[in-house]
């Protein structure tokens, strides 16, 4: 794959996205195939998208938030209960 990657990144874009996208992938080079070498890295995003459903229900029932402090609070308070649960403690464990 790294040899594939290194004759991919040979050729020169035309155009700015096809720039853009060769600058961020040699940037990110090192992370692109972790989770081939590693089994505990997921290789999607699939678990972070379902982390974030709630976030987005809770938004969309309430129409938002009426303050940003309201917004921020409950984004750390998401944050902590979601970190808890990924790694298996109790809420009051992570408060």
């Known amino acids: 794959l790294q040899h594939a990657l290194d004759e991919l990144l040979?050729?020169?874009p035309d155009n700015k996205p096809g720039l853009k996208l060769q600058r961020i992938i040699k940037?990110?080079?090192q992370n692109l195939f972790v989770f081939l070498t590693d089994r505990a890295v997921s290789p999607t995003n699939n678990g972070s998208e379902q982390a974030l459903r709630p976030c987005v229900i809770f938004r969309k029932v309430t129409n938002g938030f009426r303050s940003v402090w309201g917004a921020d609070l409950y984004a750390d308070v998401r944050s902590v209960l979601e970190t808890a649960r990924r790694r298996g403690l109790g809420i009051l464990q992570a408060l």
């Open 10 to 12: 040979k050729l020169v």
């Open 27 to 29: 940037r990110f080079r």
